[in-house]
């Protein structure tokens, strides 16, 4: 069972864990109001759990997977496949001959993850775009990284070189690993951390650009142009992102929960309005899913809403 300490459960602006132990078909499929609740409940900042993970991937692949020697030296951070490039990625030269083996493995758990959550979260099926599946074989305690790269400090997540331009980062993982738990902490999600940040230093204004900037971002949207660079949103939520890293007195301080995800277990959350940080856990398999706004079912909740509302215009492109 995950375990959750330091704030009191249901704390207002905290995420709480969202436990899926009802009987569901084998597809994930449900009445669309439950799909409905379970996509208001992520949109809102919280964890959707399933204690049990539906069967997304083969034994035969989790043994293949936990049967590769995993070192710091052969392995990147994460092995990421592109569903839309067929290609893996993070592997080192070493290891290319695993290359056929590996993209095999997650094309099939990325195209299960989706048709599973296609039923699951129905609102956001045939909407979202299929981002990055990724295999997570390196332990995350103790893992030397730098510091803006490391993933045992509270963040928002933010893409610097894939904008969302306003979509949202939707992420389900499995913990493949037989014996240990994968140990979270989180702490205040967007909609309560998020504006007092964006008002500090008036940091909106400074992504935001001016009333040419504006207008220039207009007009390359209506033609459908590109623009260049970051879109004010994920400016702002890249900057969060180091900010928060980079601040020991906000990491140490702030109001935290920890959460612990046992073997075989599953779980999603919207990782750019839950604060998350990663202490501990081996072997697990992730999916990410960018839903955009005209899918959610609460988008008054997404950080490009929390973000508008303050700016008092947009900014995405």
Same mark, same amino acid.
């Given at each position: 069972?995950?375990?959750?300490?330091?704030?009191?459960?249901?704390?207002?602006?905290?995420?709480?864990?969202?436990?899926?132990?009802?009987?569901?078909?084998?597809?994930?499929?449900?009445?669309?109001?439950?799909?409905?609740?379970?996509?208001?409940?992520?949109?809102?900042?919280?964890?959707?759990?399933?204690?049990?993970?539906?069967?997304?991937?083969?034994?035969?692949?989790?043994?293949?997977?936990?049967?590769?020697?995993?070192?710091?030296?052969?392995?990147?951070?994460?092995?990421?496949?592109?569903?839309?490039?067929?290609?893996?990625?993070?592997?080192?030269?070493?290891?290319?001959?695993?290359?056929?083996?590996?993209?095999?493995?997650?094309?099939?758990?990325?195209?299960?993850?989706?048709?599973?959550?296609?039923?699951?979260?129905?609102?956001?099926?045939?909407?979202?775009?299929?981002?990055?599946?990724?295999?997570?074989?390196?332990?995350?305690?103790? &893992?030397?990284? !730098?510091?803006?790269? *490391?993933?045992?400090? =509270?963040? /928002?997540?933010?893409? +610097?070189?894939?904008?969302?331009?306003?979509?949202?980062?939707?992420?389900?993982?499995?913990?493949?690993?037989?014996?240990?738990?994968?140990?979270?902490?989180?702490?205040?999600?967007?909609?309560?951390?998020?504006?007092?940040?964006?008002?500090?230093?008036?940091?909106?204004?400074?992504?935001?650009?001016?009333?040419?900037? &504006?207008?220039? !971002?207009?007009?390359? *949207?209506?033609?459908? =142009?590109? /623009?260049?660079?970051? +879109?004010?949103?994920?400016?702002?939520?890249?900057?969060?992102?180091?900010?928060?890293?980079?601040?020991?007195?906000?990491?140490?301080?702030?109001?935290?929960?920890?959460?612990?995800?046992?073997?075989?277990?599953?779980?999603?959350?919207?990782?750019?309005?839950?604060?998350?940080?990663?202490?501990?856990?081996?072997?697990?398999?992730?999916?990410?899913?960018?839903?955009?706004?005209?899918? =959610?079912?609460?988008?008054?909740?997404?950080?490009?809403?929390?973000?508008?509302?303050?700016?008092?215009?947009?900014?995405?492109?």
């Amino acid at each position: 069972m995950a375990a959750q300490s330091t704030v009191p459960a249901f704390t207002p602006g905290f995420s709480r864990l969202v436990n899926v132990e009802e009987s569901f078909p084998s597809d994930g499929s449900l009445a669309i109001e439950r799909a409905r609740y379970y996509s208001a409940e992520l949109e809102s900042g919280h964890i959707v759990l399933f204690p049990k993970s539906p069967n997304l991937i083969p034994k035969e692949d989790i043994d293949w997977l936990l049967g590769r020697k995993q070192s710091t030296s052969n392995y990147h951070k994460n092995i990421a496949y592109r569903p839309a490039e067929d290609r893996i990625t993070g592997l080192d030269a070493s290891e290319q001959q695993s290359t056929d083996d590996l993209r095999r493995i997650l094309a099939c758990f990325s195209s299960r993850c989706a048709e599973f959550l296609s039923h699951f979260l129905s609102p956001y099926a045939g909407k979202w775009n299929l981002d990055y599946a990724s295999f997570r074989p390196i332990e995350e305690k103790g &893992r030397a990284a !730098r510091l803006r790269a *490391r993933n045992d400090l =509270l963040h /928002f997540d933010s893409f +610097p070189t894939r904008p969302t331009n306003g979509s949202r980062i939707l992420r389900f993982f499995v913990n493949i690993n037989p014996a240990e738990s994968r140990v979270w902490l989180t702490s205040q999600t967007f909609e309560a951390f998020g504006p007092r940040f964006a008002r500090a230093g008036n940091l909106l204004a400074s992504v935001g650009g001016n009333a040419f900037t &504006r207008g220039l !971002r207009s007009v390359t *949207r209506t033609l459908k =142009l590109p /623009f260049g660079r970051r +879109p004010p949103y994920d400016e702002f939520m890249y900057r969060c992102h180091n900010a928060m890293k980079e601040d020991a007195r906000f990491q140490e301080d702030t109001p935290k929960c920890r959460w612990e995800f046992p073997p075989g277990s599953a779980w999603m959350v919207f990782t750019d309005c839950v604060s998350h940080a990663v202490l501990a856990g081996q072997y697990a398999l992730e999916q990410t899913f960018l839903i955009p706004q005209s899918a =959610l079912v609460k988008p008054e909740c997404s950080p490009l809403s929390v973000l508008e509302k303050i700016a008092g215009h947009a900014l995405t492109v």
